[in-house]
């Protein structure tokens, strides 16, 4: 495979579930970011990492976890979330972390719905 | 506070004919800008962008206008096709506290009817 993937696509989740969203990129870079895009709302950053080291957490609720164990994966763990979490969850990466914005490179998103 | 607005969710132009797609902006501390396009089911893509020293940058038949005393910003696309139906986002970037930032507007849906 090539690009950005992340697995599942499509997640449905009570809200004492935990679940964890996977990101994997095959370009070689060494920054992962992830993002949420809620309907209506403009697409925002939630964490940033730059070769496997977290950079940037803006402000999100500790229900939302990232692990990043190497380069190439990026984790999202979630628990005990809030039917106002549903979203669709993007990950991107781009060369590294200095590199301009418009090389980040977005993979297919995680449509999640908490119930 | 939304930094970056997209006031147009959707907008509809005949196949052919010019699209015009806005975006404001409230923080003059933005130097960058970009337009990203989104096909559903899939992650934005980057399209075109624009350092604000510049008020004009053109690739093929896309075009982004910036207006930095307006805090306005348009992407022109001509003649428009059918494969430009998607979901277009409109970002700024700038300098945050010594990190930079990116903050997405909303989106405007573009149908272009054949």
């Known amino acids: 495979e ?6 599942p696509r499509h997640l449905v989740m009570g809200m004492t579930n935990k679940k964890s969203l996977k990101c994997e990129q095959h370009l070689g870079h060494n ?12 697409l925002e950053l939630m964490f940033v990492y730059s070769l496997e080291e977290r950079v940037e957490n803006n402000s ?20 005990t979330l809030q039917p106002e979490d549903s979203a669709l969850y993007l990950c ?20 999640l719905t908490v119930l | 506070d939304q930094q970056v607005k997209q006031n ?6 005949q196949e052919g004919r010019i699209s015009i797609l806005n975006c404001d902006y409230t923080n003059s501390m933005f130097d960058y800008f970009l337009w990203y396009k989104k096909y559903p089911a899939e992650g934005p893509t980057f399209l075109i962008s ?23 910003l348009s992407l022109h696309i001509v ?16 300098l945050d506290f010594g990190n930079e930032k990116l903050t997405f507007g909303t989106g405007t849906r573009l149908t272009i009817i054949p």
């Not at chain 1, 609720?61 to 628990?79: A, D, I, K």
């Open chain 2, 50 to 72: 624009i350092s604000s020293i510049k008020d004009k940058n053109e690739d093929g038949r896309f075009t982004v206008f910036l207006n930095k005393s307006a805090k306005h």
């Open chain 1, 92 to 111: 991107a990466s781009s060369q590294d972390r200095l590199a301009g914005v418009d090389t980040q490179y977005f993979g297919p998103g995680t449509r």
């Open chain 1, 60 to 79: 999100v609720p500790s229900r939302f976890s990232p692990e990043c164990p190497n380069s190439s994966h990026l984790f999202l763990h979630l628990h």
């Open chain 2, 8 to 13: 147009s969710p959707s907008l509809s132009v």
């Open chain 1, 2 to 7: 090539t690009g950005v993937t992340q697995t």
């Open chain 2, 79 to 94: 003649p428009s096709q059918p494969g430009d139906s998607a979901v277009y986002f409109c970002a700024a970037s700038g």
């Open chain 1, 31 to 42: 920054a992962m970011y992830w993002y949420k895009q809620s309907a209506k709302k403009p």
